[in-house]
């Protein structure tokens, strides 16, 4: 009877080991497992930003200016064209470019090449699907263009091409994705400027809903800009601006980072307050993103 108890307790610990040692090997496995799909899809979603941006750029060059549209976009890659400069011969030493061409020495001349057949030609996928997150939950991107004022004062068009990591890793651990954002994100926050001087920087929601409240003295006249950068701005994301007689200046849902807010001249004296919020509740969470000029701090860089 012993030895049979015996025997039974063996195999049960041999279960129990056996079932211990599978939970190790998955618990150390499963990060590394999910830290090389995010890399893959990181990857694949960096791809494709590229190649917005390389239609972008395109389509700059032929309209001279940039598009916020997606089905502008996939028209121009289908049907449009670049202005490839062709050119023979050589410029004398004792000649300028110029007087060569005048007398025949060089000749140049443009020709126009179809979009599709040369910048993208390499693509795998059928153009109208450029839109797309190319992973995940096949979310679109989101993409905008806007003017924005530079500090040696010159207007400059921008373009930005956006999503959330939230996007790119859906249907892999959520846990792991919240340790990800948590571990490894700057996450969207504002910057904040009086009269053209930095008041606040970095002023972020970083856990849950909020709100966060920020509270600063202000003079009437006095202008207030604020700059919404890094991050993802989604879900329900709001920046609102209260004044002193604790009524809504500024009502901001899902801010754009490419579209700066700035105030008239404030109408009153007293404590003003930037409210930050998130009505959904997964915190304010980053993004990857390409552009000629974009703010965002993100794996994909800035790469004009």
Sequence with gaps: MNKIVGII????????CIVLGYYIVAGIKKP???????ERRFEMTKQRLIDIRTAQVAYRAWYGEFTPSFDSLINFINHGHLRVIYSEGEVPEDK???????DGDITRDTILVPVKDSLFKHIKYDVKDIVYIPCGNKAKFTMDTATVLTGSGVNVKVFEARCSYWNILDGLDEQLIVNYNAAKLQRAHVDIYLNGNILKDNLSLTNGKGPLNYKFEAKKGDILSINYTSGAWSHENLVNLIGPDKKYILKEHNPNPLKPWESKPLEQDGEYIIQLLDTYGDGWYGSMAVGSLTEANNNAGNWE
């Design 9 to 16: 307790l063996k195999v049960v610990l041999l279960a129990l």
């Design 32 to 38: 590394i497992d999910f830290e090389s799909e995010r």
């Design 96 to 102: 300028t470019e110029s007087q060569a061409l005048k």
